[in-house]
């Protein structure tokens, strides 16, 4: 019984090398997924970022995001039902946090023309104040880290979110000095992601993530989980 109790061990930890979801250990991540649709593409066929990360780290990952969810959202039924995107969170004993969001705030808030007031609610250029901080700060004080991930950018054809570039670009920039911040926020850049003229990157409508741009959002959001869950 000794001998085939080690056979079977051996055997085991080998399987492990070479399947993720065999290999986990006791100090494995937890990790939840909150955000918009770039979060929840492709989440009905299993192939979502969050499955991604899941398969490359080897721990599951529970995704909450929403189609057209929101940072700013105030209808209470359905924001409670997850287009507010604060309230997509359940309490847990997450070890990171995969976030999004503000990308319909803009596009959809104020079609991404005058958005500055919008933007400031949003978050202040100084990443002080505003909902994103202010939901990230909530977050943080559970004791998870945060990644918070950037959009794709348009490949310059065939798509109605162009216009929203310089938008993009400057809600990014504050996000990303609210990264500065705090050492449990690590901010996972889209923005070199899709080489100019590109369409592969993109769903047929030119703006959700196909499943190409999903399975390497995921790897490089693992990649930063991977680098820093032993700090």
């Known amino acids: 019984m000794k001998i085939a109790s080690l056979l079977f061990a051996i055997f085991a930890f080998f399987s492990g090398l070479h399947d993720p979801a065999i290999a986990q250990s006791t100090s494995a991540p937890r990790i939840l997924a909150m955000g918009d649709s770039l979060m929840a ?31 700013i959202y105030r209808l209470p039924i359905s924001g409670a039902l997850g287009l ?40 202040a250029k100084d990443a002080q104040k ?23 950018r348009s490949p310059g054809v065939g798509s109605i979110i162009e216009n929203c570039r310089d938008e993009g670009d400057e809600l990014e920039q504050r996000i990303e000095t609210l990264a500065h911040l705090d050492k449990g926020i690590f901010f996972v850049s889209l923005k070199d992601l899709v080489p100019f003229g590109d369409r ?21 959001i693992a990649r ?8």
């Not at 780290?57 to 995704?63: C, E, H, M, R, Y």
């Not at 202010?134 to 950037?150: D, N």
């Not at 930063?224 to 700090?231: D, F, G, R």
């Open 84 to 123: 507010n995107i604060a309230k997509q969170y359940r309490k847990g004993d997450w070890d990171w946090v995969i976030l999004n969001g503000g990308g319909n705030d803009l596009w959809l808030g104020c079609g991404c023309s005058r958005c500055a007031r919008k933007m400031d609610k949003l978050i």
């Open 200 to 220: 592969s990157y993109h769903a047929v409508d030119m703006i959700h993530p196909s499943l190409k741009a999903s399975r390497e959002i995921g790897q490089r």
């Open 41 to 71: 593409s492709h989440s009905i066929s299993k192939r979502a970022i969050s499955d991604s990360v899941a398969h490359i780290l080897g721990v599951p990952v529970k995704n909450r995001s929403v189609l057209g969810a929101r940072i």
């Open 130 to 152: 505003g909902e994103i901080p202010k939901l990230v700060r909530k977050l943080r004080k559970t004791g998870a880290r945060v990644v918070y991930v950037g959009y794709l």
């Open 224 to 231: 930063v989980i991977q680098e820093n869950s032993t700090q």
